[in-house]
């Protein structure tokens, strides 16, 4: 649960219980249940197909039909729009980018609206500061940029929204060293300004100092939730289930 101030508890920037999920005929989420504290890093691993990236979708309201209760900032989005559910704060990134290749890369950056309602989010002067090669790359057409320059700007693009609150799926996948390491800079330096982020990651390495607590699902359910600090002691249980 959240940290009670002054005896009244902290809302949850997201708060899931009982989530049920499909594809069609398909029931994939069965009863997911994840807190989200306001500022915390939260990973949720797995294998591939355990319901990881669909739990992301669903809280963006992408999958064909969801049961339970998602609260976002305490408003129950359960029965909501995607776009609606954006208005909430949250910003998605998902695996495949979506950059637009008839787009330079600052006209990608420049594309998305404003979230009416949210803080102004990062400038385009803050963004650049934060990615320098962005700031090189600016006139390039968005897919001739590296693999790792595209997952800066897909990310880049979320943070001039006003999103405060930031779904990662699998950012690191595929990438050379040296940009797995500016990625895990960004995501220290949004958590210092006081961003929520969930990622989905397959790359435990990568996960583990990163965040403040993880998730493990497996079948579409949680089989395990656990602090940091609990990390080391869960080991054997997650080279079990992940092959870590």
Known sequence: MSTPVNNVPAVAAIEIKDLQAWYGESHILHGVEISVKKGEVVTLLGRNGS??????????????????????????????????????????????????????????????????????????????????????????????????????????????????????????????????????????????????IVMVEQNFRFAAPLADRFYVMEHGTIVERFDAKQLEEKLPVLNELLGV
Do not use: W
């Not at 208005?87 to 495949?96: I, Q, T, V």
């Open 51 to 196: 319901g990881r990236t669909t739990t992301l979708r669903a809280i963006m309201g992408l999958v064909g039909t969801r049961k339970g209760s998602i609260k976002v900032h305490g408003t129950e989005s359960i029965n909501m729009r995607t776009h609606n559910i954006a208005h909430l704060g949250l910003g998605y990134c998902p695996e495949e980018r979506g950059i637009f290749s008839s787009l330079s890369c600052e006209e990608n950056l420049l594309l998305p609206p404003r979230l009416k309602g949210r803080s102004e989010g990062m400038s385009i002067e803050e963004i650049y500061a934060m990615f320098p090669n962005l700031a090189e790359r600016r006139n390039s057409q968005g897919t001739r940029l590296s693999g790792g320059e595209q997952q800066m700007l897909a990310v880049g693009r979320i943070l001039r929204t006003g999103a405060d609150i930031l779904l990662l799926d699998e950012i690191s996948e595929g990438l050379a060293p040296v940009i797995v390491q500016a990625l895990a800079g960004m995501i220290r330096a949004l958590r210092a300004k006081g961003y929520t």
